[in-house]
């Protein structure tokens, strides 16, 4: 049974450009979240995905969004990138009727931003 | 609003010896708390959580923690390090659904 996976592994770019990171839940899984961890901190909460709306979501800007998939596979955008967007982006899913007491997390796409 | 405060940013123990790392929450309703564990380049794993059930919690590779409601505290323990405990220790308190509010970490550093 396959985890989290998320791709890519790593990626560098440039400042104001826009980048896409895709994840894939467990099997059987149908929420799915996003977090960004800077070098040294703990994960800040992005949002999160459930039947393809956008639930919930933390204190980013709007040059954050994403998608949800009818397969509940996932994207996370980020325009005009910012030398401070540099950070390890982890994707999370959970299964169905967990009111979030477990999630399982994928190994993380590293962005840098030059 | 929910948050956590793990009390330090670096533990360092002898192999063999005992594990205790400090995590301090605040809620304003009765929250569900977990532990994860981030290895060098790996993915964050669950070690342990607690949703309203017993205050000892047991986990993986011989973790428990618990919850103290009168301290709002919910501390991590072992009673042996081993060097492959070497990580960064996360405290988690839930807020709202499904939305994880993590703790700055704490580096465990376990030397021979």
């Known amino acids: 049974d396959a985890g989290v996976t998320q791709s890519p592994t790593h990626l560098i770019k440039t400042r104001g450009q826009q980048v896409t990171l895709r994840c894939s839940p467990k099997?059987?899984?149908?929420?799915v979240s996003w977090y960004q961890q800077a070098l040294g901190q703990g994960p800040q909460f992005i949002f999160q995905y459930y039947e393809e709306e956008e639930r919930q979501r933390g204190n980013f800007p709007d040059r954050f969004s994403g998608h949800q998939f009818p397969n509940y596979s996932s994207e996370l955008n980020v325009n005009a990138l910012l030398l401070g967007d540099s950070a390890l982006y982890l994707c999370?899913?959970?299964?169905?009727?967990?009111?979030?007491?477990?999630?399982?997390f994928g190994p993380g796409t590293r962005l840098t931003v030059l | 609003a929910q948050s956590v405060t793990q009390l330090d940013s670096h533990v360092s123990v002898s192999e063999g010896t005992p594990v205790l790392l400090r995590c301090n929450y605040s809620s304003s309703y009765s929250p569900s708390l977990f532990w994860y564990v981030q290895h060098p380049n790996k993915g964050l794993q669950l070690l342990l959580k607690?949703?309203?059930?017993?205050?000892l919690v047991k986990g993986i590779n011989g973790f428990e923690a618990e919850f103290k409601k009168s301290e709002t505290s919910f501390h991590l323990t072992k009673p042996s390090a081993h060097m492959s405990d070497a990580a960064e220790y996360f405290c988690?308190?839930?807020?709202?659904?499904?939305?994880?509010?993590f703790g700055a970490g704490t580096r465990l550093a376990v030397h021979p």
């Open positions: 607690y949703t309203s059930a017993a205050t």
């Open positions: 999370a899913s959970s299964p169905p009727g967990t009111g979030g007491n477990e999630q399982f």
């Open positions: 099997s059987g899984h149908d929420t």
């Open positions: 988690v308190v839930t807020s709202g659904y499904n939305k994880l509010i």
